[in-house]
């Protein structure tokens, strides 16, 4: 069964940190473009950051998040993580988990097959 499944959300105050997990089946995990998406309310789905999972390439991020965040895999766990650091309550969103991208545009939710359910990060003042 072809699956995603996010995890590690919670809510912080601004300044903490989470990590979030998203651990993905076999099939869809190998040598896949994968990324984190979030999704505020009343808002578009917006790429947060995303990464091969077949070999070293580097990771792309968006402005937003670059030097706070920082993604990361384990291939023996089929799980992709990310880390979030200095968190602000624009952050505030509910972050999704997503594989099997389409194309060369990383941050286009349409490019992307798999999707988890999510996962909220709620950050306060």
């Known amino acids: 069964q072809v699956q995603l499944v996010e995890s590690g959300g919670g809510s912080v105050q601004a300044g903490g940190s989470l990590r979030l997990s998203c651990a993905a089946s076999?099939?869809?995990?190998?040598?896949?473009?994968m990324a984190w998406f979030r999704q505020a309310p009343g808002k578009e789905r917006e790429g947060v950051v995303s990464?091969?999972?077949?070999?070293?390439?580097?990771?792309f991020y968006a402005d937003s998040v670059k030097g706070r965040f920082t993604i990361s895999r384990d291939n023996a766990k089929n799980t992709m993580y990310l880390q979030m650091n200095s968190l602000k309550p624009e952050d505030t969103a509910m972050y999704y988990c997503a594989a099997g991208r389409r194309g060369f545009v990383w941050n286009a939710p349409d490019a992307y097959t798999y999707w988890g359910r999510g996962t909220q990060v709620t950050v306060s003042s």
């Open positions: 990464i091969y999972t077949g070999g070293d390439v580097g990771a």
């Open positions: 076999i099939d869809i995990y190998s040598r896949q473009w």
